[in-house]
């Protein structure tokens, strides 16, 4: 079974920074890849950053390319996301999600994966 859980969210004003983290439990962790997608009130999940099994591959979406970074661990089964110079449009719940898969790409489809943590909430302030 496999286990998702987020940490690191909370309120920021508009310029600062966070950094999310995930922790994975479950098969063995390299054998997935990983990814973050953010939702907003109102609006459908959005893709943010994904991962590959190895971390030679990242992708991300056009709104946060340069701003966040994707990183793991797979020694200690954590994915991690840094996110600088953030927007008040950041606002939204923020989702770890696993994609099995020893892929050279990223998913940037919500079908691409098929775990799911519980989500963290992240608010900027303007």
């Known amino acids: 079974q496999v286990q998702l859980v987020e940490s690191g969210g909370g309120l920021v004003q508009a310029g600062g920074s966070l950094r999310l983290s995930c922790t994975y439990s479950?098969?063995?962790?390299?054998?997935?890849?990983m990814g973050w997608f953010r939702q907003g009130p109102g609006q459908e999940r959005e893709f943010v950053a994904g991962?590959?099994?190895?971390?030679?591959?990242?992708g991300y979406g056009d709104s946060v390319k340069g701003r966040f970074t994707i990183s793991r661990s797979n020694g200690v089964n954590t994915v991690s996301l840094q996110m600088n110079s953030l927007k008040p449009e950041d606002t939204a719940v923020y989702y770890c999600?696993?994609?099995?898969?020893?892929?050279?790409?990223?998913?940037?489809?919500?079908?691409?994966?098929?775990?799911w943590g519980q989500g963290t909430q992240v608010t900027v302030s303007s």
């Open positions: 999600a696993a994609d099995r898969g020893r892929y050279t790409r990223v998913g940037v489809s919500t079908h691409d994966y098929a775990y």
């Open positions: 991962i590959s099994w190895s971390g030679g591959y990242t």
């Open positions: 479950g098969h063995t962790f390299s054998n997935f890849a």
